[in-house]
């Protein structure tokens, strides 16, 4: 997709105008132009910006070269392309298009350009074919073929819009269409108007179709058809201004009409793809044959050209807004091209071979990549496949050796339903040899062979049957165990033998099926019992967890209950922080004090050698060096403090006895001095009476000072006493601060430990978890396939009990039949 090209040229102002009235009003400046006023200032609204702005002193080789040139070069390439000049009349649109001799217009230089390209291209042939048409008063005339006048337009699926019966010319260079497009012009319709003495009254369009296909190996590449369509529009005019009547008038009508209709396609494509609904196209000729240079496959440029001239400015902002809004189309132009089969063979071949050294180079690691990646996987899935496999067998191992069992267990039904068949026959023949009980003796050797009787069963399993009696009770399915075979039953009941002594007080179901329960066998039992127990440790193990969980929630919180602990803390040693600075502040006003002190005691003393002088001077340096000590380490302190955010161990310099020292220096001194002056007064006093008035003034100012001094001294102790108490409270404050925040640190450590060791132990325990439930589920599968196995089972005993009972209960009645016959042998 691209937007169309848009320029704008003004026109020179017209020579038989005034050169007041001529003066240009618009202002060009690179892409732009702005309409000014007299005095020169921009008119903001009247301001636009295009492609390409051409003032009055352009020439036509600059706009070819700017803006036409591309779409010509295109054109030969096998893109469709179109220019076209629009504007009012006189503006220079014809100048434009068609040019003088001095300075060959638009179409000219593109026919020129044409060939000069093709000549450039020595790998193609190419075949040039010309038509120039115009419309006028929307009817379509050959300007080649005068004989060709009101042309139809047809539109067909692959050559999309045409003009029919358009005479086509075949030419081989460039002055053979110069020659035939100035016989064209002179067929084409121009009149005199007030505005223009050679007016153009009709639309015209000079059509180039370039076919173009390889040299080499022609039969298997495409052939590129392109159109180019250079057309110099009439110019709308204002009949009022242009004074038409009759023909000219009618002429101007239908320009404007058409003028309006590509002004309205203009819009409607200007329109965001939202808003566009139908184009008219069809609306009129000039919209119809411009139709794929506008919004449709093709490189277009427009050239509106204005009037320079005041009384023109109505029709050049007309103009410019037209152009604004065609700026805003788009189209969407590809190289036209017709595949032979041969043609579209090669290419195919051509992407495929593109697309393989596309997978050859850039992608080669990354496919690489993704097949190592891809086989790793179905590694993956053949080592399941196999497991599975391995799995499968095992079940089906399972299941032949089940069938076995069951296969046994039917024959055994079978035997005993043969013993019962047989029986009759046996009682009959060894009727002699008949045990007190009535039932065949399983020692005697004499015994029929083939009958399978108890005589196979071994001890173990047939045992005291005398006081069994049938009609009362019915044995338990799994007691029925004594006729199957040993080893299966042992196999299938893990080892449980069943008493048939006992089978007497085992409450009777009679001919029921027996329910299968978890306590109808000990395997059964001992799953249940082993499944119990691993839901039982699964729950132990979620109680767990779920009270370690709240103890690690309840350490998080006292984790950050401790933080925020710190973190206030922190706060309130910030403050303490700013005792040593404001201490060594209440030091240097001391010394100042001090100073100021000391030199009103120097004053005082007028001898220099006298102990008293010695005394003071001894006691400042003392002082002085204090202060200084003082103010040393109180900024110690503060750079310590700077350069670590762990608190100075203020309890670490020997500040207080210090203070103490240059308390106690400072009080002597001041006794000492106040001593001395006492002494003085009363020398004065006793000696100097008679200079008594100027003695006693003297000694007022002196007293006075004494006192200020005096009264500085109180107050300097003063502070220095408060800010000693603070001194201490605060070393007492870090002390405990300090104590705090070691305890919080191994509290906070402590519960790191105990949260690390909780999120291990969580991790175990969910592991453990895992593996239960794991195999809990491994148990609840096994116990499925069991009691499936039981089911079957019993579903078996059940029916050969019944067989069974059927069969005591015949052997029963035969016995009473024959106790009844022979009640003798009893
Ligand atoms: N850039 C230019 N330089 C010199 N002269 C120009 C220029 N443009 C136009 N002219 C002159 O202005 C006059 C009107 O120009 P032209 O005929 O090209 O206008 P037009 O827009 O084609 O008008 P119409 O629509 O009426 O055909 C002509 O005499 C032409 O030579």
């Known amino acids: 997709m691209e937007k169309i090209c848009v320029a704008v040229r003004v026109r020179p102002p017209a020579p038989e105008l005034s050169p007041e009235n001529g003066s240009s009003l618009w202002k060009v400046e690179d892409n732009r132009i702005s309409l000014h006023k007299s005095l020169d200032t921009p008119i903001t609204t009247s301001s636009y910006a295009f492609d390409h702005v051409f003032d009055e002193s352009s020439t036509n080789a600059s ?27 006189s ?18 230089r593109s026919v020129r350009d044409v060939f000069e390209r093709i000549h450039m291209i020595s790998d ?7 038509s120039y048409m115009e419309i006028y008063n929307e009817e379509i005339n050959d300007l080649l073929a005068v004989e060709n006048q009101r042309l139809q337009i047809h539109e067909h699926l692959e050559r999309g819009v045409f003009v029919a019966g358009l005479k086509e010319e075949i030419v081989s260079d460039a002055e053979q269409i110069l020659k035939l497009i100035d016989s064209g012009e002179v067929n084409r ?34 052939i590129r058809v392109s159109v180019l369509n250079l057309v110099d529009l009439a110019g709308s005019e204002r009949i009022a201004k242009t004074g038409a009547g009759g023909v000219r008038l009618t002429e101007g009508k239908y320009i404007n009409k058409s003028l309006m209709i590509l002004g309205n396609v203009i819009n409607k494509l200007s329109d965001s793809a939202k808003l566009r609904a139908h184009i008219p196209y069809r609306d009129s000729k000039l919209t119809r044959i411009l139709q794929p240079a506008l919004g449709g496959n093709a490189k277009t440029c427009i050239i509106c050209t204005i009037a320079p001239e005041e009384h023109h400015i109505e029709e050049s902002k007309g103009t410019l807004q037209f152009a604004s809004r065609a700026k805003r189309i788009t189209n969407c132009a590809q190289v036209n091209e017709i595949l032979t089969d041969a043609a579209l063979l090669k290419r195919q071949k051509l992407e495929i ?30 080592l399941e496949c196999e497991r599975l496999k391995t799995q499968l067998e095992e079940e089906r191992r399972k299941q032949k050796e089940q069938e076995q069992c069951i296969k046994e267990q039917q024959m055994k039904i079978e035997n005993l339903n043969n013993l019962v068949t047989n029986s009759d026959f046996k009682r009959n023949q060894s009727e002699g040899r008949k045990t007190p009980d009535g039932l065949c003796n399983a020692n005697d050797s004499s015994d029929v062979p083939g009958t399978p009787c108890f005589k196979s069963a071994s001890h173990s399993f047939v045992v005291a049957r005398s006081n069994y009696s049938l009609s009362d009770f019915s044995p338990m399915v799994y007691s029925l165990g004594d006729v199957a075979n040993e080893d299966t039953w042992m196999k299938l009941n893990k080892g449980f033998v069943a008493d048939l002594d006992k089978l007497q007080f085992t409450p009777a179901i009679k001919r029921q099926p027996t329910p299968i329960t978890m306590e109808t066998t000990a395997c059964s039992r001992e799953n249940y019992k082993e499944v119990e127990d691993l839901k039982s440790q699964v729950e132990l193990l979620t109680n767990e967890k779920d009270s370690l969980q709240v103890n690690f929630n309840e350490q998080v919180l006292l984790n950050n209950k401790v933080m925020e602990e710190m973190s206030e803390l922190k706060q309130e040693v910030l403050p303490m922080k700013e005792i040593p600075k404001r201490l060594s502040e209440s030091v240097t006003s001391c010394r100042d004090v001090y100073n100021d002190v000391i030199v009103t005691m120097k004053s005082l003393i007028p001898d220099k050698e006298s102990p008293m002088a010695k005394l003071l001077s001894g006691t400042t340096e003392i002082t002085t060096s204090l202060l200084s000590t003082l103010e040393t380490q109180f900024s110690m302190i503060m750079d310590a403090q700077k350069a670590s955010s762990v608190d100075h161990p203020l309890s670490d310099h020997p500040l207080s006895d210090q203070w103490e020292t240059l308390r106690v220096n400072l009080k002597n001194t001041t006794t000492f001095l106040l001593t001395e002056a006492q002494a003085k007064d009363e020398l004065l006093n006793c000696h100097n009476k008679g200079q008594e008035t100027a003695a006693l003034e003297e000694k007022e100012k002196l007293k006075s000072e004494l006192s200020i001094i005096k009264e500085r001294y109180n107050e300097v102790e003063k502070e220095l006493g408060l800010d000693k108490q603070l ?35 969580l991790r175990v325990i969910a592991n453990d978890k895992e593996n239960a439930l794991k195999d809990l589920n491994v148990e609840v599968k096994r116990r499925k396939e069991m009691e499936e196995e039981i089911k079957q089972i019993s579903f078996a005993f059940a029916t050969r009990h019944k067989s069974f009972v059927s069969f005591h209960s015949e052997i029963k009645s035969k016995m009473q039949k024959l106790t009844t016959r022979n009640p003798n042998s009893s």
């Open 91 to 108: 503006s220079g649109k014809t100048f434009t298009m068609t040019g003088s001799e001095t300075d060959p217009g638009i179409i000219r």
């Open 189 to 222: 319709h121009f009149g005199e108007t007030n505005m223009n003495v050679h007016s153009s009254r009709s639309h015209t369009i000079f059509r180039m179709v370039i076919e173009s296909r390889g040299k080499e190996n022609s039969s298997s590449d495409a």
């Open 124 to 130: 193609r042939e190419f075949l040039i074919r010309v």
């Open 727 to 761: 001194l201490v409270a605060s070393r007492e404050g870090h002390k405990k601060l300090l104590k705090e925040v070691q305890f919080l640190k191994e509290e906070r450590e402590a519960f790191d430990v105990k949260i690390s060791q909780s999120t291990q132990r």
């Open 63 to 89: 706009v070819y070269e700017l803006l036409t040139k591309d779409i010509i070069h295109a054109a030969v390439e096998g893109f469709n392309g179109t220019a076209f000049a629009y504007g009012q009349t």
């Open 353 to 382: 071979e593109e697309l393989r050294m596309k997978l050859q180079g850039s992608h080669a690691e990354v496919l690489e990549q993704e097949i190592l990646k891809l086989s790793n996987q179905m590694l993956k899935y053949e």
